[in-house]
Each structure stands twice: as C-alpha cells, then as structure tokens.
C-alpha cells in the first residue's frame, strides 16, 4: 500500500538516485527529486577530464542492486559510470518523479513541514528531505594575483573545455590532487608542452588498470561469477589494511602501503632530482592517497616539466613564479579542489525556531552520525558532515545510511510523527567522541594539510573502522532523537 508522507530528495546523483530507488521499495510515492542541473550523474556529470577514472574497483563502484557486468576495465573510466547511473535511472523510470533544472533555494520548517523554495517561485512542501547534494560539487579557486588577468584558457577540472584541442597549446595544471595526477597522467606528451604547477608532493599508488575480455564481461552476467570477482580474501585484506592504516599509522597495514608507495617512486622514477621533488614530506595516507601509474611517465615526458617553484602570480599570459621565472601558457587547468563543507548550502536552510543551518554550521559542519541534526526535523543527509571518507565507495556507504534513513522513515510514518530530531546533547557528545577520535588518525598526526581537515584542523571524517560505521548505521539508537506527535 502507497505511503502517504510527502518527501523531497534534493540532487539526482548517486546518493538521490539511490534514495528515489529505495523510496519507491518501500511504497513511498509520492515524492520529488529536484535536480538544478539539466540531467543526472552528480560528480561524475560534472567531470569529464581526460583520464577520469575511478579508484575503486569497478565492480565494487556499483549499487548492490545493480552490478554491472559490461564494465571495460578493472577500475571505470568516468563516462562508463555516467552511463551507468544514466542508465539505473532510466530502468526504474524515475524520469516521472523528477524534475531538472529545479534549483532548491530555500527550506524553511514551519508548521511540521519543510516548505521549499525554488528558482522561478516555484514552492513545494514536504514532511521529509533528503539532502543528496554531494560533497566534492562546488569548485575551490585558487586565491593566486592576477588570475583574472589571463588571456588565454583558464577553467577548473570539473569544467573541462572539450573543445579546444591542446595538441599545439602549452597546457599548465594547477593542483595534485586525484584529478590533477589523472588529468597529467593522461596529457603527457599531448600537448605542446605540459608544465605541473606542485605545491606540496604526493604519495602515489600504482593502479594497474586492466580490461575486462568479453568473455569475462558475459562470465559476470552470471551472478555467481560477479559475486566471486568481488569477494575474494585479497580484497579484504586490502580493505583492512587500508583502514587500519588511516586509523594507525604506526600500523603494520600503514608500514606497509607506506612501502608500495615508496618503492613505487624509486622504480618508476630514476633521475635522482625529479624524485626528490616527487618525494613528499608527510605520511602516505595523510593527504587521500592517490592511484595511479601513468603519471610518473607523463611527468617524465620530454614535453612535460615538473614545476615545484611556488607560484607568484598569473599574468596575462602565463605564470609567474617566486624565483621570477615566468612560464608562458595557453591553457591553465585550477585542479584546485572543492569546497567541502558546503553540503546543503548555499539552500538557505531555517529549522525550528528559525535556526540557520549556516549558524548552526559555524564554525563547521557536525551531524549526527552525519545524517540527522538538532533542530533541522526530518531532514536526512546522504553522504553528509564529518562522514565516511578514505577511499571507500560512497555508493557502498550511501546504501547503508539510507538504509538507517528509511528505518527513521518508518517510524514516522507508522506513529504519525510529526518531527524527528536528533538529542541535542547526544550530538554535541557524538561530536566530541569524533573528533577526538579523528586526534588519531593518520589525516591528523600525519603532516600535512587536506580538504580532510575542517577550519579547526579537525579531520571531517569517520574515525572509526567500516565495520563500526556498518554496525552504527544498522538500526537507529531511537532514544538518542526527540519526537513530536
Ligand atoms: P584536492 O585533492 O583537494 O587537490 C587540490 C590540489 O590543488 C592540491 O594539490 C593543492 O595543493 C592544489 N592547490 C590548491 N590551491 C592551490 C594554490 N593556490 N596554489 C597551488 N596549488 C594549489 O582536489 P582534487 O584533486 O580535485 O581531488 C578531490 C577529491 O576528489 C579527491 O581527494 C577524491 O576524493 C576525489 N576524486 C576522486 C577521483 C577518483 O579516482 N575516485 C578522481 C578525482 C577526484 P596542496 O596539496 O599543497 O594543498
């Protein structure tokens, strides 16, 4: 039997598509997704840089629902996984309860309802939201003199200009984060010249990215063959040690990825100056690990040039650096980053007592279990505050927190709940509990600085193992939230 709560999810990537599937599920109808873009696909619509692809394994990078067998490679280029959600939300004909180009203003709870506003006046009302906004959405520029001087091509890595052909251009990239090793990876030797703007060294992971034969391909459709390729015991074990590593840096799982990153250096880099600059002065796993094995060759590319100078500024026609030198440029890549506190915002968001999530986001984000808070009733975040990061699948994580969401969904639902709201002692403690948990991890103690780190240098993760993040998100602790009839 349909349900009668009204719902709104806000965004149509993978954590919205995901809620709007496991909303229809469980008999939840009459809901919208709202997404102020024109199609669907999140991040992975919004980036399309050469050399995108996705560090978790491809068949690990799916709903659990809906495994992909057709996947090329062993870890996904970008467009297959824009297709991919593309497709999931073609097959369970969400079109009919979504609406583009709808951008969420405003959400103000007055009267045990979220009345949103929309671009165009338009309004909506909802007992329930689901926030799926995403988290890397909102480009970070970066604060450099004269970037607005620049005569020539300057776009961040999320709004790659497809139409220029940079074979005959001096191509300069900015940032050496996931994108800017992947974007460099894939330009070396492509352009007329390539110049990597490095401000501080990153520890790198090779990442051996196989095809997948059709053979295997058709062997997958079998859901035996899929489950086999994806639980074998090397995957945990990688797993483990992974997350033992971010939590225990004096760990033997961190001993060791330390030495895969290191050797990966010395092997893949032998002029003696180059891997110096290459070699950073933190803890690998400090800063999120990056995979790739085509960037050392591209950075050693004849036309390519690793610049560790920090920039001075940009002038109209290329970059200047502290020492003076000025490199001329046709193209500047800003693979700078994103703003990663933003969450919701800019929704001017007004709980009870006409609370702004701005204030009570100030100095930074907090959530309970990064998913519900004091004062914002019926409000539930995908992949919001002070969640799991690492290099795990948000898509994994995503599932398990809707799941968590639905059961809250239920309850009110099933005892006509007006309001649901976090304790707001339980979360301060959470909170506190995090953080000081979040003092051991190697994102803290490491060295270094990250968009893991919040504006009080607490890392903005979950500090704990993906076994206690699974066991937390079972069932919700029902005494921890207030309720209103
Ligand atoms: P990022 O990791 O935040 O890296 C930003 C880079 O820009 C850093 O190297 C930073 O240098 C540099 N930078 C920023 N401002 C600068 C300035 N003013 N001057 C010089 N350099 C500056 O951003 P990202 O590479 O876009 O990656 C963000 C996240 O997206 C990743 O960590 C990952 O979670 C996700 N991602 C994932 C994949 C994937 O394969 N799954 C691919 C791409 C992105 P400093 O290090 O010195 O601050």
């Not at 300057?154 to 974007?183: A, D, P």
């Not at 501080?200 to 090779?206: E, L, V």
Request: charged fraction near 25%; hydrophobic fraction near 35%; aromatic fraction near 12%.
């Amino acid at each position: 039997m349909q349900k009668d709560l009204r719902i709104v999810i806000i965004g149509a990537g993978m954590a919205g598509i995901l809620a709007a599937i496991r909303l229809l599920e469980n008999n939840y109808k009459n809901f919208t997704l709202y997404e102020k873009a024109d199609q669907v696909g999140g991040t992975w619509r919004d980036n399309s840089y050469p050399g995108l692809t996705c560090d978790v394994p491809s068949h690990h990078y799916t709903y659990s629902f809906e495994r992909n067998p057709a996947w090329s490679r062993h870890y996904s280029p970008g467009p297959e996984i824009k297709e991919y959600f593309q497709n999931v939300f073609k097959k369970y004909n969400l079109q009919k309860y979504t609406k583009f180009g709808a951008e969420v203003k405003s959400m103000d709870f007055i009267s045990n309802q979220w009345h949103l506003g929309l671009a165009d006046d338009f309004n909506d009302t909802a007992d329930v939201v689901i926030g799926a906004t995403g988290v890397l959405h909102h480009p970070k520029m970066p604060d450099i003199a004269g970037i607005d001087s620049f005569q020539g091509h300057i776009f961040h890595s999320s709004k790659w200009q497809h139409e220029l052909e940079l074979e005959n251009l001096n191509v300069g990239v900015i940032g050496n984060g996931s994108s800017g090793v992947q974007i460099v990876g894939a330009l070396g030797g492509e352009c007329k010249s390539l110049f990597h703007f490095q401000r501080t060294a990153q520890w790198m992971m090779p990442l051996d990215n196989g095809i997948f034969s059709s053979e295997e391909q058709v062997a997958f459709q079998d859901p035996k063959i899929m489950n086999e390729a994806m639980q074998f015991d090397e995957y945990f074990d990688a797993v483990n040690r992974y997350s033992q590593a971010l939590l225990d840096m004096e760990s033997d799982g961190a001993k060791e990825m330390a030495n895969i990153c290191k050797d990966n250096l010395i092997e893949n880099v032998k002029d003696v100056e180059l891997r110096k600059k290459l070699t950073p002065d933190h803890r690998p796993l400090c800063k999120r690990l990056v995979w790739s094995s085509d960037y050392y060759p591209a950075i050693q590319h004849p036309k390519s040039e690793l610049v560790v100078e920090s920039i001075s500024e940009i002038v109209r026609d290329g970059i200047v650096l502290a020492n003076s030198r000025k490199i001329e440029l046709d193209v500047i890549v800003l693979a700078t980053g994103f703003k990663v506190d933003s969450f919701l915002r800019p929704i001017n968001v007004k709980g009870l007592d006409a609370i702004k999530l701005n204030d009570y986001w100030s100095p930074t984000p907090k959530a309970y279990l990064s998913i519900s808070l004091p004062k914002f009733p019926n409000l539930f975040l995908l992949n919001g505050p002070n969640g799991p990061v690492g290099n795990f699948s948000l898509i994994d994580i995503a599932e398990h927190q809707m799941n968590y969401i639905l059961q809250l969904i239920s309850y009110i639902n099933e005892n006509k709940i007006n309001h649901i709201e976090p304790k707001h002692n339980i979360t301060e403690e959470y909170e506190a509990k995090r953080a000081e948990a979040a003092k051991k991890t190697v994102w803290y103690q490491g060295g270094c600085n990250s968009w893991y780190l919040n504006d009080e240098g607490i890392p903005a993760s979950w500090p704990w193992t993906y076994k206690d993040f699974v066991e937390a998100m079972k069932e919700p602790k029902l005494e921890n939230f207030s309720f209103k009839s």
